[in-house]
Every structure is written in C-alpha cells, then in structure tokens.
T-cell receptor, first 110, second 112 residues
C-alpha cells in the first residue's frame, strides 16, 4: 500500500535557525513527489515537484531533495512568514490521485 | 496563473439537508478532484473526474456524489448532510498528463 509519513508533526524554530522537514514514502513506482504549503484556513499552495532520486529544487529559503525512500524540505534562515503547514504527497505510476502525508506544522518566531 | 475557485468559504447546514459545493477552474484542466481535510487525518480523496461526465471514487466516497457537466466545473453533493461531514472541503485540478494539482481556497462546512 502506498504511504507517506511526515516528521516531525510540529516544529518550532527561532528566526534564522535552519532545519529540515522529512517525508518518508513507500510507493509502487514513483511518478512524482510534491511539496505544498498550507496557511491556516486556506487551500494548499504548490511549491515543488520532484521526479527522481538525486533531484533538488529551490525557491527562496526552501530547498527540496529526493532519495529513493524520502524527501527533505530544507529551510534556510527561516522568517516568521515561513510559518505554515507543509504537506508532502506522492503519485504512483498507475494513478492520477495524490497520496498525502499529514503534514508538518512549522512555527518561526522572531 | 492557475485559478481554482470554490463557491463558498464557509457554510452552515442542518442535518439532513442536501448540500452543493461548487468548484470552477479556468485553466482548461482535464482532471478535477474533491478532498476533505480533517485534523489528524490529513487530506483524503472523495471523488475525482478525468473528463466531462466521468467520475471515479476515491478513498471515502460514502455519503457523497459528484457531477461534472462542463469541463471547468465540478460539483460535490452531500445528499443528506450528517454531522460527521463537518470538515474542510478542498477542490483541485490538474492537466490530463500532468501530475501537479492546484487547489482552491477551500470550503469550511459545519453541519449542525
């Protein structure tokens, strides 16, 4: 069964304190791994798609990496506006639907 | 920019009422999806559609139905709302061969 596990569930950082969020997955043939950001009471906002092990993508203070079993979302020198829930999802070769993890809620304080 | 809109941000309904949630996308996407999101459970797929008048059940279709009469519009119907359907409902769309799904702002539904 395809599955996505995100850790930690919650993470508190000080402004400028870099860290990483983890997304472990098992999937029957990875078609893509996705990262989304979700602010409270809003819909998820697309961040990145990764397709193969070794791939990396960056956007401002965020960098996503992918191995054969997990993905990391690295946050460098975070700011309070980076506070949100970060969702990871995978899509297998056979399917159209995404399988989501439960998310990591990040709080960055100044 | 992809734009997915949902008809209501907040809805309050009574148990037993028939509820319609509407979703419209403006990017000519073939695929459309309905999810619900609950604390501790994450996003769960209710139904999706890969073409007009086509639909596929997701992981939790019980108590729901859908309608897709036009390519840009996908409706979620709660035939007889129950309190356990109180949730955040999210619509998404994607291209037929594309993987990335783009989400709407969500509808927070409270069933009393």
């Amino acid at each position: 069964e395809d599955q996505v596990t995100q850790s930690p569930e919650a993470l508190r950082l000080q402004e400028g304190e870099s860290s990483s969020l983890n997304c472990s997955y098992t999937v029957s043939g990875l078609r893509g791994l996705f990262w989304y950001r979700q602010d409270p009471g809003k819909g998820p906002e697309f961040l990145f798609t990764l397709y193969s092990a070794g791939e990396e993508k960056e956007k401002e203070r965020l960098k996503a990496t992918l191995t054969k079993k997990e993905s990391f979302l690295h946050i460098t020198a975070p700011k309070p506006e980076d506070s949100a829930t970060y969702l990871c999802a995978v899509q297998n070769q056979a399917g159209t639907a995404l399988i989501f993890g439960k998310g990591t809620t990040l709080s960055v304080s100044s | 920019d992809v734009k997915v809109t949902q008809s209501s941000r907040y809805l309050v309904k009574r148990t037993g009422e028939k509820v319609f949630l509407e979703c419209v996308q403006d990017m000519d996407h073939e695929n459309m999806f309905w999810y619900r999101q609950d604390p501790g459970l994450g996003l769960r797929l209710i139904y999706f559609s890969y073409d007009v008048k086509m639909k596929e059940k997701g992981d939790i279709p019980e108590g729901y139905s859908v309608s897709r009469e036009k390519k840009e519009r996908f409706s979620l119907i709660l035939e007889s709302a129950s309190t356990n359907q109180t949730s955040m409902y999210l619509c998404a769309s994607s291209l037929a061969g594309g993987e990335t799904q783009y989400f709407g702002p969500g509808t927070r539904l409270l069933v009393l």
